[in-house]
């Protein structure tokens, strides 16, 4: 089996005094979607943020493809190796329309600087048509959305970054039903073409129908992974609750 | 990203998951006003170094009493700022306070109504301030910029550009008189200081201005009457102003046609922002605007006190306002300090 | 000369166009000078518009900004108060574009760009302000308060110190700056006062600090001990005197000297050569000043 | 609540539900810029008749001319409010700019040199000012305000205090000199104007300054290299600040330690603001800052020529600045009116 | 049967020349809790904040308690009407701490006039044991939480208004199986308590085990309005898809 395409050791993370993450680790796998589920405040997206280059961990380590890349300054950095992230805050420019904030951090261009427009509204017109998403014109600014349209966006900004570790927080929170399922659907073929995907989500349905493995947090702490096909809903929600105890402390691979 | 493999070491984290909050000490060390105090101190150590008149009491006095001018002004700016808004007009607030209330002196109208009239004057401006922010939907700034360039045209002609005086004694002990030793511009600095503290930290009123200028949209729909907060912020940072400007009429013993407008403006702004209120609004304390305007009149006075060549002053001046910011971080940085 | 323009409705074919760009267009003297020149230019057929910077602060960047409409527009001449020496490069343009250039208070002379300057220049005034406090009996220490160390500010201060250099009884013990800002009169006058107790006459070139210096020397108690030498009957420098926190006071004849100045320039529009006109500035004790107001003195 | 129970009439309702966008007459309808203009249509009307001098050629080149200041300067001020930043130390920036090369140039280096050293000089000003924000957490306010106290300072030592001249003819012909009849302060505004307009509507860079300004946790989040951006603001907003002061040497032949200051930042950050860039950040176009530059600069010239007297100046320009603002918003109203 | 506690009636919305809402229509009853659903963009967030107040309805009437209130101008206004709401995103202020944000726009109060903040904590702290939930500390700034948490903030301030009428757009997005499940069990005890409790919600589970009714918007525009207990999820489903026609046009009161 290859090397994890991430893999957390350890992860600590202190707000000034307050202690966001004690332990966190987990191995995700290319070709796999890694399911993090917990309770709320459980480090869910401190987890998140601090792969995707926003925090930074106070201690312990985030390896991707098994190599130590060094000190990732900037979620600049973290695209640069190969992470593409959907915020729970989903961090879109109100301002900004809809096909720009999809391009954001990405834009096309032509002759070296000028940015490519047209390009750009077509890829993020042609992305939406594919995510079978109706969010109007590309050129809506995107404080005009409704807040699924703006989950849509953020979605369909990180498949169009294409990255081979896509990291999802909570992408179907504000989604209605088929919206949900649409994604679900993305997210399967993110799987069938060789990314590692990690997902936040509270939908454990949604959950069980789409990941492969799943990590549970809780208090800051890993509490165990667990191969979907493996567990059962109510192991996982016992893990949440704390009913089931943690697994036993180790710094191995998992699962 | 290996950040680092150092075993936990738990003595120093005083915090439970989540929980922790930080120890009294911690607050107030952390606060901006301490580091402000402590600059303070420093250049009072060098000040009286070099000039041993640096702390006799009608050097201190001076300080303070130069410094209730910036502060009564600054307080009513610093609540504007909190709440989200920004008043340039406030210069020439200050002049139109003077102005008009020294005019009514002039005319033998008694002091105790010649203020209150020269204040509501002024309160009017900033209910028109208001008014154009809010129904003309006018950017603060470019409203408030254009009532300064009014305000500035409307002092001049009023006073066809000459000084107003002879102000009566009794006006001029109004600042210039003293309780129980201490001056009486000091008193009211005092007075407006508590009360602002007050408004800010003990009131609804003061928690509704930190929502609206925190998260304008979240006030108003948790059902903040905004409109009435605004308004009552316009007209008490143009009742400040004005105040302000009163005062310094009876110091001075003349209503100054000159005296206000940008630089005025800019001090009053400058002690409110090196005193910690965000400009982003919702974040700010009295104390700290407090500290702020005593900060720049303790420079000023410092400056020719040591002897340094007036051609330095605006250099150490800048130096100090960023320093003091600068080194604020760095000690919060070291108290939060990371692992 | 061309057409009439810029705000005339009196002035008809022909007549001569003077510009007057004023530094301090509502500043009383300022203000005075201005509609003395106007007058004059009515009795000499010409017609004399007037503008000025915004705001209270005198702004060399707005003057010069308007020297130059003024050239542009072909006004036939030009009358300002060099604030600072980069006045000469615009003026210079004016001329260059056939306009007659007048100023006032200006260094005159062949570099300055003017065509005809009236009133004494920095160093003599210096000279007269330092001469009135040398000719009272005793030692006098100078505290100096000017607006910065450029443009004005700069040039009076340089005045004054050259003039303190050539007297036996007058030192100069401290400056400060107010940065043209009233409100910092009372503070700067005062750490003055602090840092140099001995000073015995306060000197500026800014009417403003007047009301500031005045409650300074008085709450300090050093009424009969410190003095200021007046810039001015306006802002309080009567009053001053009246009580005897003043003992001195600068006094300009500011009427004829911009009724002279539009003679001047007009002479030269002319093809005249414009006659030397005495110097109209003095400093006075107090019982000269009231007949110098009556004569029109500010 | 009852709002209305009128039957809807269709006709007048170009949209589909959450589709419809505007046409381009509506487009260029809503643009502030569109406000602006008529609004200097009117006050050239007024000026016209009452002043046949207005109109004539060499009048309109030199309100251009007065404007090439102000725009210069406002490019890069307004490139950074767009991103989210402040410049107050541009007025500053300004005067050493032009000091900085005026020094050179009575020195005798030639002006193809002094221009870029000068420059050079206020960029690394720039970087100063950034380099404090970002690394010493000073809010962008009082960082530049310091250096604006601190390079005031500076400006005075370098050069005693006096102006710097005569400057050779060569560099003045950098702003006197004409190319087919247009002087060439107003083509270098134009060429700044074209550059700024292209970089910010036409390139990545442009887009992510609005993506920081719009949201600057977004702008971190997706990847931006903030600092990056940031460094690039501050060093632009110094270098058109700069440049500004060397052309204005050029215009009138002297570097003027007087010229700049706090009226100067005031006037370029008017000409952003009235031109329709949002303090907010994220939202401005360079053709509004150059209505908004040219508008002052009428303004000024209108007074002049409509023969006003200057003691009515300031009311006219606070009045004119509210009012434009407000009809912008009236026009806008009107045409989204409501039903 | 009583005048329904809300009743919206031929409601239309511009923004701009965007349409957002065509013809919306549904009455909401004291004790029972009224779902809406639909798809994304919908417009199901725009309805509530125009019976919220924060926008004004172009067309159509807003009745509570079957009385036309006149022009509610403002959401203080409504407030005073007896409405409190939760919006889907959130309203928080960030700066401030919980209990202060808890108490928004209803502050207490001793003296006449200085703010009670010992009893604001107080009443913070109860309201959010009795949700069971746990935030930490209320004097925690809102800006530090997570996403659940909150959302769970603002659920607890809409709680602590005790209004008549709730508003609840999308109260359970972020929070996790616990919490919604507690937030589900506080809207059964709003509705016993006798409240008209109108909820938008994406999680047709969420609305089959606690709604009463449920109005369907599609495009703008009531599709139709259902006993929960006498349809179907397909139906629903159907009429948030469009595949089952929305009911012919009426104006008189539904079910
Ligand atoms: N302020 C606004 N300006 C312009 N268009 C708006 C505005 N607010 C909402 N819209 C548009 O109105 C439509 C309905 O939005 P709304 O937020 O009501 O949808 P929703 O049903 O709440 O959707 P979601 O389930 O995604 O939250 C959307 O197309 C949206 O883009
Ligand atoms: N910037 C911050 N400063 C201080 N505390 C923080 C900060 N960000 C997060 N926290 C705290 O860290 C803990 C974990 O937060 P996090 O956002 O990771 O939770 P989560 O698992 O994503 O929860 P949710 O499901 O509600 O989104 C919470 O208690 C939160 O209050
Ligand atoms: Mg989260
Ligand atoms: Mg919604």
Redesign the pocket.
Known sequence: MPAPALRLRGVRKWFGSVSALEDVHFDAHAGEVHAIVGDNGAGKSTTIKIVAGVHRADEGEVLVNGEEIGHVRSAADAQERGIAVVYQDLALVECLDIAHNMALGNLPRRFGIVLDRRRMEREAARVLKDLKVRV?DVR?AAG??????RQVVAVARAVRMDKPIMLLDEPTA?L?VQETAHVGGIIDELRATGKAVVIVSHDLDFVFSHADRVTVLRLGRTVGTRRVDEVGREEVVGMITGAVPPDAPHHDEVA | MTVTAKPPSTQDRPAEHGGARDSLLTKVLVRQETTLVLVMIAIGVFATARSALFLSESNLTSILRSSVIYFVMACGAALLVIGGGLDFSAGAVFTLGALSTCKLLVEGVPWPLAVPAGLAVCCAVGAVNFAVVTYLHVPPIIATLGTFYMLTGIDNLVTDGADVLPLPAGFQRVAQGSVLGVSNDVLIAVAVGVLFWFLLERTRFGVNVRALGGNRQAAVGNGLRVFRLDLALYVIAAATAALAGVVYSAQVGAGQVTAGGTSTTLNAVTAVLIGGVSLMGGMGSVQGVAVGAVLLSLIDNALVLTGIPPQYNSIVIGAILVSAVAVDHLRRARIYRKR | ADRAGGGSSAGGQGAMTIQFVNPLPSYPTWRQIGECMADEAKQRGADLAQSGPTGQALDATAMIQQVRQATANKKDAIITFPAGEGFAEVLKQAKAAGVVTGTIYGPGGEGSGSDYNIGPDWASIGETLVGAVAAQPGKHVLGLVAAADTGLGKSWLDGVKGAVAKTDNVTIAGEVYTGDDAAKALPQVNALLTAHPDVTTIVTHMGTTTPGAVSAIKSRGLLGRTFLLAGGHDNGGSEAMEEGTANLMLMQDVCTLGKQLVDGVVDVHQGKKPAEAPVRIQVVGKDQVQGLLDKGWV
């Not at chain 1, 005009?144 to 349209?149: M, T, V």
């Open positions: 109007g809506t005009l959305l409704s807040g699924g349209q504000a209605g």
